[in-house]
């Protein structure tokens, strides 16, 4: 992206202070309603349905989300964009119907909390490492794209707004948590969706209307830019036959089942005032999200009717340019200020996701032992730690965000099967579930060293999106793999390993009992006072 030309530079400069100056002063109004670990990280577990939603929806409705879905749409129409909004909107229904229900009535604080107490402390082990690992490569990933604007906004070194952005970070995560995290979401919601619904109408504006758009939308490299479905004779991204449909599934199970036993998802639920709030908070941020975040590829495709020469290398920064186009100047500047605080709203929900994995899961492990003082005290240190440790890979390592994807898709192969089942089958023992997340990875690795010759052959002997092709297309056999080792395995150990039952926060045995996400919209909203639960 390169602004150095624009005239409203310093607009866009200011709009950005004045959010961190903002960001700084939530987090210490929020610091004054933290004292206990369970205030700091699932917000007292009393957050409304306004919060709940619009925590979830502005944590996944990141930066990525907005400029990656209009330069992916730009090159290949809907089809580039399965995975996210549209993969993303389907994990939150699919997550608010089986799982969020139950996660909240358990009163966790992690969903490592649930690997502990239905598997055994091994499986708990194994879902800390992957959930440590991905917000890692995560949080990484949003500080490397912080420093990139500051250094084209402020003319900095990368690796200056790095820290910059970093620090602040940390800074006011480590004082407000979770209340501080949905606080700045609430109000990065309004600011990101609104300015791509403006970006929207200005461009269709542009382009001559919504029949002047449909008449002549296309994309770089698919004939046909609205389809979701593998096109005959071109397949899917360049993959055609059953190569081309189990890309297209993986792409969907990436994030849609992949993203669902993530602490970042299951930390706001956790958080909501009750069931109801959990349950209709995720539904609403599903429509929101997919609400929005279809204005983004629709943008893409929009430019490529107006604009079909842009290299694809320079499609990165698309929906920029076309704010840059199409809006005033000061709303301009919001939009771009917007974009860089979402990349702290994701970053800060991934610090502290990864800071209560380890305080509450990994630390008694270690034989720390904390009251309710020190376990506050030690998810904060984490947090610093975390941050800084984030910070360091990104300063270092230069393929962060691939490192990032590699661990949500581990997640997927290795963790969504024990969690699915361990929900439902009461059969599912820790056995199982260990051999099954082992066997998952394994035959993902396998998979994707097996294909690798032939996502070379279509990349044109491109090594680096070959093998990212072909951990997408792997994922979806290893997962089931993971699935019928872990079913099979199960039963085969029975006598061996006696099934746990599903049990909460307090070691009580669960109630199954209305687990589906069938709630009355209206305990959601008006929660009588017998309807808050603790």
């Not at 992690?110 to 890692?136: C, E, K, N, P």
């Not at 036993?261 to 539904?283: F, I, K, W």
Request: aromatic share 14%.
């Amino acid at each position: 992206m390169d602004i150095s030309n624009y005239e409203y530079t310093w607009l866009i400069i200011a709009g950005i202070v004045v959010f961190f100056l903002i960001r700084l002063g939530i987090g210490y109004y929020a610091s004054r309603r933290v004292s206990t670990a369970t205030d700091f990280i699932v917000a007292g577990r009393r957050l409304p349905i306004y919060l709940a939603a619009a925590s979830i929806m502005a944590t996944w409705f990141a930066a990525e989300t907005l400029m990656g879905a209009s330069a992916e749409a730009y090159k290949y129409g809907f089809q580039g964009v399965v995975f996210d909004p549209f993969g993303a909107a389907l994990c939150l229904f699919i997550s608010g119907f089986f799982f969020i229900r139950l996660m909240r009535r358990a009163r966790y604080l992690t969903v490592v909390d649930f690997f502990d107490r239905r598997y055994g402390r091994g499986m708990g082990l194994a879902a800390s490492v992957i959930q440590m690992i991905a917000y890692f490569g995560w949080t990484a990933a949003q500080i490397v794209a912080g420093g990139n604007i500051v250094h084209v906004l402020l003319g900095w070194p990368v690796s200056i707004g790095m820290i910059f952005v970093a620090t602040i970070v940390i800074a006011y995560t480590i004082m407000g948590g979770l209340w501080a995290d949905t606080m700045l979401d609430f109000m990065q919601m309004f600011l990101t969706a609104g300015g791509i619904t403006l970006i929207f109408f200005g461009v269709m504006k542009a382009v001559g209307g919504w029949d002047a758009f449909l008449a002549n939308a296309g994309s770089l490299w698919v004939s046909d830019p609205f389809t979701l479905l593998p096109i005959a004779g071109e397949g899917y991204l360049g993959y055609t036959g059953a190569l081309g449909w189990t890309y297209w599934l993986g792409a969907w199970m990436a994030i849609g089942l992949g993203s669902i036993a993530a602490q970042d998802l299951m930390q706001r639920s956790m958080a909501a005032r009750n069931e109801a709030v959990s349950v209709h908070g995720t539904y609403w941020a599903g429509i929101l999200y997919l609400g929005f975040g279809v204005l983004s590829p629709l943008v893409g495709i929009a430019m490529f009717a107006m604009n079909p020469n842009i290299a694809p290398e320079q499609t990165e920064f698309l929906l920029i340019n076309a704010a840059q186009l199409h809006l005033h100047p000061i709303l301009t500047a919001l939009f771009i200020a917007a974009l860089t605080s979402a990349l702290m709203s994701t970053s800060d929900s991934s610090v502290l996701a990864g800071a209560s994995v380890f305080t509450t899961n990994i630390a008694p492990t270690l034989g720390m032992k904390m009251d309710e003082k020190k376990h506050l005290l030690w998810t904060r240190i984490m947090v610093l730690v975390i941050g800084a440790i984030s910070l360091l890979l990104g300063l270092y390592a230069e393929t962060i965000y691939r490192l990032a994807v590699f661990a949500w898709t581990v997640i997927l192969v290795g963790i969504f099967a024990p969690f699915a089942l361990g929900m439902y089958w009461k059969k599912a023992n820790q056995w199982g579930a260990v051999i099954g997340f082992f066997s998952g990875i394994a035959a993902w690795i396998i998979t994707l060293i097996l294909l690798l010759p032939t996502t070379l052959e279509v990349n044109a002997g491109d090594f680096e999106i070959a093998q990212w092709d072909a951990a997408y297309i792997g994922s979806v056999p290893a997962f089931f793999v993971s699935l019928l080792v872990t079913i099979v395995a199960s039963m085969l150990t029975q006598k061996r390993d006696a099934p746990k039952a599903l049990t909460d926060v307090d070691g009580k045995i669960l109630s199954l009992k209305n687990s589906l996400g069938i709630l009355s919209l209206k305990q959601a909203i008006w929660p009588k006072e017998e309807e808050r639960q603790p």
